[in-house]
């Protein structure tokens, strides 16, 4: 039944002006929703999108709570930069980044970075 069936991430924000803030000026979008004070609903490709509500358990998550997949990371990661997005650097036993980006044996890539709220989210591309 689900396997079928469009799916969405929920973000908790502390602060949702700061977020409403970042996901405009750092990743381009701009809410669903413009005239909401405690919410926020943004759209991204194929039908997914994702939910921002203001809670003060934001920031509390220690996993990846949402990610993007792009098909080409490196330009990706370059674009964000320039606009501000400081990515995380990881070495764990099997996980390593170099220039922000954690390359798998099997060829796909992921790069993480926060949001203003704490919440980790990544890029992702394809083998």
Known sequence: MLKD?????VLPAQDIGRARAFYSEKLGLEPDN????DNLQYKCGDGTGFFLYQTPNAGTAKNTQMGWMVSDIAASVAELRD????FEDYDFPGLKTENGIA??????????FLDTEGNILSLNQTG
């Not at 069936?5 to 991430?9: D, E, L």
């Not at 606009?83 to 400081?86: M, Q, S």
């Open 103 to 112: 390359t798998m044996p099997d060829g796909t890539a992921a790069a993480w």
């Open 34 to 37: 413009p005239d909401a004070d």
């Open 83 to 86: 606009k501000g997005v400081v």
């Open 5 to 9: 069936q469009q799916v969405g991430a």
